[in-house]
Each structure stands twice: as C-alpha cells, then as structure tokens.
C-alpha cells in the first residue's frame, strides 16, 4: 500500500553534513508517523528520529539530538533527515519506515513499522 524510496546517502567526512530524503507513493502520506532507523553490522536496528503525522511532534535519540532534524512535506510525500557534525559512529544503512500506529511519543520499535524502505549507505570518513 506504502512504497517509501530513500536518497541521499553517500560519503562523507566527520563534521560534514547529509540531507536524506524518503519519497512515499501514494496520497495517504500524512495519515501515518514515520521514522528513520539506522543499522550497522553487529548491532540492532536503532531508532534514529520519528516525525508526527502532520509533523507537530518529533523524537530523536540520544546519540543524535542536537545534530539531527527530521521534517516532513506532506504536500510532496517526501520525509526528510538532515544531519549535520557527522561522526564515524553515524556510518550506517539508514531506512525510513511508516506506522499504522498513533505517533504517541514516537519512540517506535522497528516491529512496530509497517513498511519500509530498501536504505541508503550512509559513510562517514575519520
């Protein structure tokens, strides 16, 4: 029902910044929360920063707040992440993913998302 297509990964020395974009088919995007998630080989799939339906409410993890903003265009289907004062430890495959789900406070599980992107290679050099 949702197909969601990430852009914008690529390389990228610390302390740079990336803009990653999620474009989502259809016209129901503002009917669900979205999310991004990051995942590294040996480790799990983290929660990055999740956005409200019409983009009032955000929540971002610790390891990134302050450097990363999540925004949404509704009008465009499009979800973005901006990140910015990248560190080697951001290096990672990051994913958008929509809810069915209630934003609530937007601390989603990766189980709690219903459909997902392919990702977008995210490097960042030291």
């Known amino acids: 029902q949702v197909r969601l297509v990430e852009s914008g990964g690529g390389l990228v020395q610390a302390g740079g910044s990336l803009r990653l974009s999620c474009a989502a088919s259809?016209?129901?995007?503002?009917?669900?929360?979205v999310a991004w998630f990051r995942q590294t080989p040996g480790k799990d799939r983290e929660l990055v920063a999740a956005?409200?339906?019409?983009?009032?409410?955000?929540y971002y993890a610790d390891s990134v707040k302050g450097r990363f903003t999540i925004s949404r265009e509704n009008a465009k289907n499009t979800l973005y992440l901006q990140m910015n004062d990248l560190k080697p430890e951001d290096t990672a495959v990051y994913s958008c993913?929509?809810?069915?789900?209630?934003?609530?406070?937007?601390?989603?599980?990766?189980?709690?998302?219903?459909?997902w992107g392919k990702g977008t290679l995210v490097t960042v050099s030291s």
């Open positions: 993913a929509a809810s069915r789900q209630r934003y609530d406070t937007g601390r989603f599980a990766a189980l709690d998302m219903d459909y």
């Open positions: 956005i409200s339906e019409f983009g009032g409410s955000t």
């Open positions: 259809g016209r129901t995007f503002s009917n669900y929360a």
